[in-house]
């Protein structure tokens, strides 16, 4: 979503850089550039106009003219003033001391209001909650059908009768309480556009709610309409926060950007694909850090520790760096990895990564192509691909539905990392974290030796080395530059 706003930013940081000290000239040009960026990205005026404010009277004033590196110093003030906008800090949701908390989920109509309601359910339920969800909009023909549907995946009991929206919603604490679940989730109607009938309805079961948290579900691509219609939510039901969906699409990102500084309200959970697990908690700081090209290692190094079991990560780690890794363990690591979401994502959050590799759109079939050629191998051929010769390549290639020469490609790659990592004898050194934890509780790498094997720093190590594998393999399908 905010590829075209990183672009630009990217783009604005790099003519400051050549130039060493910052003049004030230098920096209204700067903030000029920031402006134009950020109203290009539907970002609200008002918004745009006080955070280049707060630049300006950082970056112009003492703090800037004592910095070692003022350009450096620039972009510091910068990612603070986006952090800032986008709501400072994630919102916790507290639960009740006397359950059942109840969520009440509004918007209008194909904001996403039913898919995201299980969503969230399906997040509750992750971390140790039973929700119930209710489907309380008894207007679109199969809301409710398609709330039992979500439900079912996610093995979440859904209640709902055929009367009217308010007594449903009266009915469901009852039944909450019957089933012993801790969290109400109810789905509410919505419509094409705000009017007075939507906006009574949903008062009058809010009414009987009495809910803890409000949420607003927008649809992120609907830009500055966004915020309007969280106004007008707002006016009515006071929002606790809103679930901004669709934020793995194409829009320039001003609803993000903008919602919080104008509806007073923090974005809570953010929708990042169609899949029901692709949902999590709002993080202003990180995607700060993800709109100014700096990456997200916080959530990398998460994903990794979900889809990663330490001893067994340990163990992948040591095979790598003595040579003894086989296309076997690659593969099963390519599969934690798609775990983790789609690998153009997961490249996105690492720090560094070239405007040109973070702009490589890597598909999930492209990634397939690569298993299916090893899982076309024999047990002794993923053991050991040196000895696979041109009939055997020829099999492989068939079995496959690939090219010969693409069979040779990755076994040819796959020997050369093998022998990188092994001359290299220990593990990559992950970025250092703030705070405590359990993470930070890990055991550090160490050399490997007969007599001294390796360990791994974090499951997120085997990551980084794998990513950085695939990223040497040329993916049947997808372009080469070789310059």
């Known amino acids: 979503m905010f590829d075209t706003l990183s672009d630009r930013f990217e783009g604005i940081f790099g003519k400051l850089r050549g130039k060493g000290r910052l003049s004030e000239e230098d920096v209204d040009e700067a903030l000029r550039e920031i402006r134009l960026a950020l109203l290009e990205a539907d970002v609200n005026f008002e918004v745009v106009k006080g955070m280049v404010a707060r630049i300006r009277e950082r970056a112009v004033g003492e703090e800037l003219s004592k910095a070692l590196n003022p350009s450096q110093q620039i972009v510091k003030i910068v990612l603070e003033a986006l952090t800032e906008s986008l709501g400072g800090e994630a919102m916790t949701v507290t639960f009740a001391a006397k359950p059942p908390t109840v969520v009440l989920m509004a918007g209008l109509q194909g904001s996403g209001k039913t898919t995201n309601s299980a969503k969230l359910a399906n997040l509750f339920k992750s971390q140790g909650r039973n929700p ?270 690939m090219k010969p020469q693409d069979v040779s490609g990755l076994v040819t790659q796959f020997g050369e990392m093998k022998k990188m990592m092994k001359q ?8 250092k974290r703030k705070g405590g934890g359990k993470r930070n509780k890990r055991r550090k790498g160490g050399r490997t030796t007969s007599k001294a094997p390796a360990r791994m720093a974090d499951p997120s190590s085997v990551l980084e080395e794998q990513l950085e594998s695939l990223e040497g393999l040329r993916l049947p399908g997808l372009p080469v530059n070789d310059e």
């Open 132 to 401: 119930l969800l209710v489907g309380a909009d008894l207007q679109r023909p199969a809301a409710v059908e398609q709330l039992r549907t979500l439900g079912a995946q996610i093995d979440v009991p859904v209640f709902s009768e055929p009367s009217d929206p308010v007594t449903v919603a009266r009915a469901a604490l009852d039944e909450a309480k019957r089933l012993g679940r801790d969290v109400i989730i109810c789905d509410t109607a919505g419509r094409l556009a705000i009017d007075a009938e939507l906006m009574e309805e949903v008062r009058q079961i809010s009414e009987v709610l009495d809910p803890h948290y409000t949420f607003l579900v927008v649809d992120a691509m609907t830009g500055q309409d966004a915020v309007t219609v969280a106004e007008s939510f707002h006016s009515t039901l006071e929002l606790d926060g809103v679930i901004l969906t669709k934020l793995d699409g194409d829009a320039r990102g001003g609803a993000a950007l903008s919602v919080k500084e104008v509806v007073g309200r923090p974005i809570a959970f953010a929708s990042i694909g169609e899949k029901i697990d692709e949902f999590e908690v709002f993080y202003p700081d990180r995607l700060a850090s993800r709109i100014l090209g700096m990456g997200d290692i916080e959530t990398l190094i998460e994903k990794a520790e979900a889809a990663y079991e330490e001893e067994e990560a340990e163990e992948a780690a040591q095979r790598l760096l003595e040579g003894t890794f086989t296309l076997d363990d690659f593969l099963h690591q390519m599969q934690q990895i798609k775990k983790m979401g789609p690998l153009g994502n997961l490249i996105g959050m690492m720090p560094g990564m070239p405007k040109e590799v973070r702009d490589v759109e890597i598909e999930d079939s492209q990634v397939a192509r690569i298993e299916a050629i090893i899982k076309s191998m024999t047990p002794e051929e993923r053991m050991k691909p040196e000895i696979i010769d041109g009939s055997r390549r020829l099999r492989i290639a068939n079995g496959s539905g």
């Open 424 to 431: 290299l004898g220990m593990t990559p050194k992950k970025p």
